[in-house]
């Protein structure tokens, strides 16, 4: 998925930069100059490579300083949002007990990169549940929701009215739901970089 397509244009790459390891989520860094940009610098991610998009005029000094605000900026924002499976799997689990009395019982819950139609799936003959790695910074009771939607479609398969009466349980359904909609028309307005500079 491109971050941030409004972003992308620009001057031809350069050679990607090799930077110190700082962590599990930066491996390479590629510099992008862009004669459009007087004074914004901006950055994110695009597959495992991370690009920062930087003025034509920078000197190599003030690249290298801003290359390194940008990757902080970037993993405290990914700090803050990244979940590890195996807290995935205990926060299903929690919340199975909480609104389920521990009936939906997951034998997997996981993320997933390849799923950007849908928030979850899951797969009752195996207890597998999915979340798409997009749901990654929302808000907690967000990700919660999609969690009890896809516990609950272990007890109960699609979206009848046992399927809704079951996800009345979890108070916040109705917000969740408004979000997750508010979030898929957000995708079709335009929007401001990620990430910004200066
Ligand atoms: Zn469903």
């Not at 300083?65 to 970037?74: A, N, P, Q, S």
């Not at 990654?136 to 896809?150: K, N, T």
Request: aromatic share 6%; glycine share 6%; proline share 9%.
């Amino acid at each position: 998925m491109p971050a941030d397509p409004l972003q992308s244009a620009g001057s031809p790459p350069r050679s990607p930069t090799s930077l110190p390891p700082r962590g599990p989520a930066t491996s390479a860094v590629e510099v992008r100059r862009s004669t459009r940009r007087s004074r914004t610098v901006s950055a994110y991610r695009e597959g495992d490579r991370t690009i920062v998009l930087i003025p034509a005029r920078m000197s190599e000094a003030e690249e290298q300083r801003w290359v390194t605000v940008m990757l902080d900026k970037l993993a405290a924002q990914e700090s803050k949002r990244m979940l590890g499976d195996a807290e995935l799997t205990e926060r299903a689990e929690r919340l199975s007990e909480q609104y389920f009395e521990g009936r939906a019982r997951p034998a997997s819950v996981r993320w997933v990169t390849n799923q950007n139609t849908r928030w979850g799936s899951c797969t009752p003959a195996e207890g597998s549940i999915r979340l798409s790695h997009r749901l990654q910074g929302m808000p907690e009771y967000v990700v919660d929701y999609v969690l009890v939607h896809e516990l609950a479609h272990l007890l109960v398969p699609g979206h009848g009215p046992r399927f809704w009466q079951l996800l009345d349980a979890y108070p916040r359904t109705e917000r969740a739901r408004g979000y997750l909609e508010g979030v898929v028309a957000a995708d079709r307005l335009p929007h401001l970089p990620a990430a910004r500079g200066e």
